[in-house]
């Protein structure tokens, strides 16, 4: 298993690439939120399961996220 480093770096110091996404392949995948604040104690979480084009083109947009990423530095 290999992790990559997604901080986009800004003039502010740098952004993160934050996605909840599970694909099992090009044929299925699932994408959810970010954690939905209901209460201060309750979380909740929206995702959607993709069939078919759909979780094709999420598929294209990981691999492209993980082609310009670079092994994450655990010296940093």
Same mark, same amino acid.
């Given at each position: 298993?290999?992790i &990559?480093?997604c #901080?986009?770096?800004?003039?502010?110091?740098?952004?993160?690439?934050h !996605?909840? +996404? /599970?694909l099992?392949?090009? =044929?299925?995948?699932y994408?959810?939120?970010?954690?939905?604040?209901?209460? &201060?104690?309750h #979380?909740?979480?929206?995702?959607?399961v993709?069939?078919?084009?759909? !979780?094709? +083109? /999420?598929?294209?947009?990981? =691999?492209a996220?993980?082609?310009?990423s670079p092994?994450?530095?655990w010296?940093?």
């Amino acid at each position: 298993m290999t992790i &990559l480093d997604c #901080l986009l770096p800004t003039a502010d110091g740098y952004e993160t690439f934050h !996605a909840k +996404v /599970v694909l099992a392949d090009d =044929r299925l995948a699932y994408v959810g939120s970010a954690n939905l604040l209901a209460q &201060l104690h309750h #979380l909740m979480e929206l995702g959607s399961v993709l069939q078919g084009r759909a !979780a094709r +083109v /999420v598929a294209s947009v990981v =691999r492209a996220v993980e082609a310009v990423s670079p092994p994450w530095n655990w010296q940093r």
